[in-house]
């Protein structure tokens, strides 16, 4: 059987992959262009893509919007027809102008999570540029929804439900990890697809929603889609391709993983991370290494007294000092065993399996 395509408002993708954004500097314009090229959703992170940039060090917000507008119109360069998203997480620093550079820079679809973004339909108003909240519970999608249709008399244009088996930031502790193990959030995902319908019939649209955290291959896409959802979010594969803005360092850092190199870690922003075992993750566990510089990246960090900056070993990350960093990836990242191209991954993924 064909997947069906992804509908999102007045957008039309040509498969419904979402490629999920993964900062800092591993999913920009090379990996976001590609994918939206193949007929998936490419979503570029606004996590401090100016870090490459001349004056970061000192005018890190202006070097992040001068190289997302940069990065939006290279990605629209390679996907002239494609769908580009920018992923902006709710509990940033100047949240509200990251928002409008994006827009501003021609963004299709604004993707926020790390927090609900209650304000995000306000920040949109009067453009056509689609917003997709990040969720990992029912309840999350209740109290944000409500808020939006009771403030600004609208809804969401997609949903991203993301579960436990995701890289990066996750929405849970480390005890509901635990309790996930071994399944595919399907419970959880059955409540949270109830309280879209809800909101579905309030607004008389579709809302598709889509589901990222472990998703790998293709029997995986068919499980989801029977479940009721649209699509999946998808991040670990991608890291893997040519195309992956990452340096090839980090790459490798997934192709040589084994399942025990996986684990969890406590960022900064008091949040639980999922991220490769390596020297770096050993000793933040044990020692704090104080930030030389603050980057006003997120609100819930303390440069005082936080155990390391994560800005900064993000960075290190996207530049291959792979020892010295946070390498983020999802839970499958140990089944990755080479590195492809996206068209090749595409085609992997939306081949009939029969
Ligand atoms: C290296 C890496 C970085 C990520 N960075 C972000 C981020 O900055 N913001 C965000 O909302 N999600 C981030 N994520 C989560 C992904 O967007 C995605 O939802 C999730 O990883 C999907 O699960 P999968 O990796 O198993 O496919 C990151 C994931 C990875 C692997």
């Known amino acids: 059987m064909n997947l069906p395509e992804l509908k999102i408002g007045d957008l039309t993708a040509r498969f419904p992959i979402v490629q999920g954004g993964m900062g800092i500097g591993i999913s920009l314009s090379g990996l976001a262009g590609a994918v939206a090229k193949e007929g998936g959703v490419g979503i570029i992170s606004a996590a401090q893509p100016g870090f490459n940039e001349p004056d970061f060090f000192n005018n890190s917000f202006g070097a992040n919007c001068r190289a997302l507008t940069k990065e939006l119109k290279k990605a629209r360069e390679i996907a002239p027809e494609g769908i580009i998203g920018v992923n902006i997480m709710s509990r940033g620093y100047y949240y509200d102008d990251y928002v409008k550079c994006a827009v501003e820079g021609g963004a299709d679809l604004i993707v926020s999570g790390a927090g609900l973004p209650m304000d995000l339909p306000g920040l949109v108003e009067g453009t056509n ?13 209740r109290v944000l929804l409500n808020v939006w249709a009771r403030h600004h008399k609208r809804t969401a244009d997609l949903v991203v439900i993301e579960g436990p088996k995701a890289g990066g930031h996750l929405g849970y502790t480390r005890e509901q990890v635990a309790e996930h193990a071994n399944d595919g959030y399907e419970k959880e995902i059955t409540e949270i697809l109830a309280v ?24 995986d896409i068919d499980h989801y889609l029977s479940l009721g959802l649209s699509g999946v979010q998808m991040a670990t594969r991608f890291v893997a391709t040519y195309e992956c803005d990452a340096a090839p360092e980090f790459k490798q850092m997934y192709v040589n993983a084994k399942k025990e190199d996986i684990t969890l870690v406590n960022s900064p922003v008091h949040m639980v991370g999922r991220a490769l075992l390596n020297p770096f993750v050993k000793h933040i566990s044990k020692d704090r290494l104080p930030p030389e ?23 290190r990350a996207a530049r291959g000092d792979v020892d010295h960093a946070l390498i983020f990836c999802g839970a499958n990242a140990w089944r990755v065993d080479k590195i492809q191209s996206v068209h090749d991954l595409m085609m992997e993924l939306t081949a009939d399996p029969e």
């Open 129 to 141: 540029v689609k917003i997709a909240p990040i969720v990992s519970s029912a309840k999350a999608a």
């Open 196 to 219: 879209i319908r809800t909101f579905e019939e309030k607004f008389d649209r579709k809302i598709p929603v889509v589901f990222g955290g472990g998703v790998f291959d293709r029997k």
């Open 293 to 315: 510089t603050c980057f006003h990246c997120l609100k819930t960090c303390d440069p005082r007294t936080t155990q390391y900056c994560i800005s900064m070993a993000l960075i």
